[in-house]
């Protein structure tokens, strides 16, 4: 079945410093992959998206590039903010399963400290 | 209202007892997806509507999760006899296409404590 695997957290990072959170997928279709970020007390946001190799989503400063000979979608943003702190979340959506589900990661938190 | 609003926020339940999870998902989208969130885990698929249609129920752990949107707007997710495994967040998300091809918008979650 289709799955979703990313680095472990917590992350902690200093203000300004280099992010990346690695992501990778199985999958048995030809997925559309997600980055969702939740905010402390807040409800799971989209971030940004991709739906085709080599696509590039981007939003808020953060990229993530659909690589579907890596089977990979890493997010990454080159200079953090506190206000950058939450758990964020890999996606993938399969055209082949169907597309009304989402299969997520196990989420990776990020803390930023001034 | 602006958003995906899920009540009640917070629910403690007796193991044994029936609870009822509402959702009110933002108005005119025509999707609405239950999802079950463990503990330090990503959210799991339980269920998908169109309208008022009840898709796919593929992710309903057992025969004691029943989920209902029958006028296509607000829905209900009932568990009946509650274990302790189903101690988790329950988020809701609506989306104004069919199934994922427009973004989903997802509401705070009810946090379902069984004691």
């Known amino acids: 079945g289709d799955s979703v695997t990313q680095m472990e957290g917590p992350v902690t990072l200093s203000e300004e410093a280099f992010l990346t959170i690695n992501c990778t997928y199985t999958?048995?279709?030809?997925?559309?992959l997600f980055w969702y970020v939740q905010y402390p007390g807040e409800g799971l946001q989209l971030l940004l998206k991709?739906?085709?190799?080599?696509d590039k989503g981007s939003n808020k400063g953060f990229e993530a590039t659909y690589r579907k000979e890596t089977t990979s979608f890493h997010l990454e943003k080159g200079s953090v903010q506190v206000s950058d702190s939450a758990v964020y979340f890999c996606a993938l959506s399969d055209s082949g399963a169907g597309s009304y589900q989402l299969t997520f990661g196990k989420g990776t938190k990020l803390s930023v400290i001034p | 209202g602006a958003g995906v609003s899920q009540s009640p926020r917070y629910k403690v339940a007796k193991r044994g007892q029936d609870v009822a999870l509402r959702c009110d998902p933002i108005s005119g989208h025509v999707s609405l997806f239950w999802y079950q969130q463990a503990l330090g885990q990503g959210p799991e698929f339980l269920t998908y509507f169109q309208n008022e249609a009840q898709l796919d129920k593929s992710g309903l752990p057992s025969d004691r999760f029943f989920a209902e949107r029958p006028e296509g707007s607000v829905s209900t997710l009932k568990i009946q006899r509650t274990q302790q495994e189903d101690s988790a967040v329950y988020l809701c998300?609506?989306?104004?296409?069919?199934?994922?091809?427009?973004?989903?918008?997802f509401g705070q979650g009810t946090r379902l404590t069984v004691v």
């Open positions: 998300a609506s989306s104004l296409g069919y199934g994922m091809n427009t973004e989903a918008f």
């Open positions: 999958a048995t279709g030809y997925p559309s």
């Open positions: 991709a739906t085709k190799a080599d």
